[in-house]
């Protein structure tokens, strides 16, 4: 899915790979040093200021990867990042449901470093996670890591979908590296990358069994709606997804014996049979659902909703009533979700997308508050149980000063 930093969130593929490698070896022991502290170094403060979090990470290449099959998109060998202070981090951007967008995609979004501007190693911005060690998983597969080759192309075309052969082996990897002595973790991602993180939240903590294994779905829960001309464009979106990718295979069983596979690609009709601890952040108005499932192009030939997706104040008062009535589905499709043991959500009342990842939205004097409490104190209440409550539900539209709302006439 779209965001405004996709070029921070995908990696080239060749260029400084050698590079990467001879770093990678280097910072071996730095990784298994870093897990023997996960537990006290959450109460020191000499780990640096923030720009030590927006320093360049660079990247570590999959070892084996041939071997194995793990290939992205293009063929290239998959990679992560990893920042000393532990918290899986795993982002993605895009889904791709042609060859020519598949193929547009390496040739627009290249980088072989990472900088790490989300979970600040401040305290006063990341008051809980500031000390964990962070590895950034770079999204390259275009189908939130579920892709299975069986439907490659077998016309010459040159595209990889192993997006589940690259989970399997980079979480291989990191186990052998460290992981599997982790206490504690959280898997976590933005847009498809929160997807990811629903699809693959069971699985995480399959990994690390011992471990206290949670799961931050940040902007992941797209609704399977109609959009303004009764048209199900994202239920379209999806089914071509799934079934160019072979994602079918990395969903949910109960689900698929139910439905047709493209719909358990919907968090709503999955989340529920999520065994592992889930904690949803997700703003109510949604700016890349409205802009892409409520609001698509095709269904507003005129551009009448032009100005209100660009920003949310010059939508009138008809519109508005729409966007609330997309708020009321979402709260609805998440009404079983909000009754299952161990969960925990944050639903404002914002025109954003992601909200994890940047220190302004996630925990700062100016972020956006339910209750009086930014997104970072609610996700630590949760997952260090220090609430008996973990549902935060804003009340709607326009009625939290505390927003962030994107502007895109800027």
């Keep these: ?21 001879t770093v990678a070896a280097a910072g071996f022991a730095i990784f ?16 640096g200021s923030d720009k030590a979090s927006t320093d360049l990470v660079p990247l570590t290449l999959l070892r084996n990867a041939h071997q194995k099959g793990a290939f992205c998109l293009d063929g290239s060998v998959p990679g992560y990042h990893f920042q000393k202070g532990w918290r899986l981090v795993q982002y993605s951007s ?7 967008n598949c193929t547009r995609f390496f040739k627009l979004y290249q980088t072989s470093y990472s900088i790490f501007r989300d979970l600040s190693r401040d305290p006063l911005q990341n008051p809980d996670f500031f000390s964990w060690n962070k590895v950034k998983i770079r999204y390259c597969d275009g189908g939130s890591f579920a892709g299975n080759p069986e439907s490659e192309f077998k016309n010459g075309t040159k595209l990889f979908f192993r997006g589940q052969l690259i ?4 979480m291989d990897q990191l186990l052998s590296v460290g992981l599997s002595d982790a206490r504690q973790a959280l898997l976590s991602g933005c847009s498809a990358g929160a997807l990811a993180t629903l699809i693959h939240c069971d699985d995480f903590r399959k990994f690390l069994p011992v471990a206290d294994v949670k799961c931050l779905s940040d902007a992941g829960f797209f609704l399977n709606a109609k959009d303004i001309a009764g048209k199900r464009t994202i239920e379209a ?6 079934h160019l990718q072979g994602i079918t295979a990395s969903l949910k069983r109960d689900c698929v014996k139910k439905l047709e596979p493209s719909k358990c690609f919907f968090p709503q009709e999955f989340i529920s049979s999520i065994e592992t601890p889930v904690f949803l952040v997700n703003p109510a108005y949604d700016f890349w659902q409205i ?8 269904s507003d030939p005129h551009g009448m909703w032009s100005k209100c997706k660009l920003n949310i104040k010059y939508c009138s ?18 009404t079983e979700y909000q009754q299952t043991k161990d969960r925990g959500m944050f639903i404002n009342s914002c025109y954003v997308h992601c909200q994890t990842w940047m ?30 409550k973990h549902i935060q539900i804003d009340c709607p539209y326009p009625c939290n000063p505390t927003c962030y709302n994107i502007d895109f006439t800027r």
């Design 32 to 47: 298994l040093f870093a897990l023997s502290f996960l537990y006290d170094s959450r109460t020191k403060t000499d780990l």
């Design 359 to 388: 220190t302004q939205t996630w925990h700062a004097p100016n972020s956006p508050r339910i209750n009086n409490k930014t997104i970072a104190e609610s996700v630590g209440d949760w997952y260090f149980n220090r609430a008996a």
């Design 1 to 21: 899915m779209a965001n405004q930093r996709i070029r921070d969130l995908i990696w080239r593929p060749n260029i400084l790979a050698k590079r990467a490698r």
């Design 291 to 298: 802009q892409n499932i409520l609001v698509p192009v095709a």
């Design 317 to 334: 008062p008809t519109q508005v009533e729409v966007l609330q009535g997309y708020r009321d589905l979402l709260l609805k499709a998440l």
């Design 167 to 170: 989970w399997k082996a980079l």
């Design 94 to 100: 895009v889904m791709f449901v042609s060859p020519k």
């Design 237 to 242: 979106f999806y089914h071509d997804v799934v």
